[in-house]
């Protein structure tokens, strides 16, 4: 099915990401917003990922993020 194929495809990049911090250190993990809806989690190697757990979208230290969306640095 090419719409199961394109979701596929477009999660890929994840897998890279994770391939990159599977074996760094977490050196922290913090909540951004009040609501403790917004996290962020840095690895060793200077990599992070800020995610919205939030069903709103939410603005965080310069970073947009709409609802359920992530944002990897790094």
Do not use: C, P
Not at 43 to 59: D, L, R, V, W, Y
């Amino acid at each position: 099915n090419n719409i199961q194929l394109e979701a596929i495809k477009a999660t890929m990049h994840v897998d890279d990401w994770f391939g990159k911090i599977a074996t760094a250190e977490m050196t922290n993990h913090e909540f951004l917003t009040e609501d403790f809806m917004v996290e962020r989690t840095t690895f060793a190697n200077g990599k992070s990922i800020t995610i919205n757990f939030s069903n709103e979208q939410k603005s965080v230290q310069g970073i947009s993020l709409k609802a359920y969306e992530y944002k990897i640095l790094g």
